[in-house]
């Protein structure tokens, strides 16, 4: 079982957060990062705003409008100050999970890079 695994699993996920390393993908080129693994989290996957110029440039990918603006609350249950207004779309790789074409809106989020919602 990979260290992933043993995390998700339902004896230790409930109610937990976790720092692991991931990587964003998209044509082949790759963005190593750590992520915050919130299973308190709502059901979205967010970036931070200040690190989606860099990911953008490294993927050569663009961020997205959102038909719709979004208000969510964060992995503390605070309702983020700014509206979400956009979003980038790539693929994520945790050790041996591959999640196609993840969707993460842009958001400022603090002391983090990346929060996953429930893989």
Do not use: P, W
């Not at 998700?8 to 409930?14: G, H, P, R, T, V």
């Not at 110029?53 to 992995?75: F, H, N, P, T, W």
């Amino acid at each position: 079982m990979c260290k992933l695994d043993e995390i998700l699993s339902e004896e230790n996920y409930f109610g937990k957060s976790f720092l692991i390393d991931a990587h964003l993908t998209s044509q082949n080129r790759s963005f190593s990062l750590r992520s915050l693994i919130d299973s308190g989290s709502v059901v979205y996957t967010i970036i931070h705003s200040n690190l989606v110029d860099k990911v953008c440039e490294k993927l050569r990918i663009q961020s997205i409008s959102l038909a719709k603006e979004k208000l969510i609350r964060g992995y503390d249950e605070k309702i983020f100050k700014k509206i979400i207004t956009h979003k980038i779309l790539l693929n994520l790789i945790i050790e041996s999970h591959k999640k196609l074409t993840v969707s993460m809106l842009i958001a400022d989020i603090d002391h983090h890079e990346v929060i996953l919602s429930k893989l």
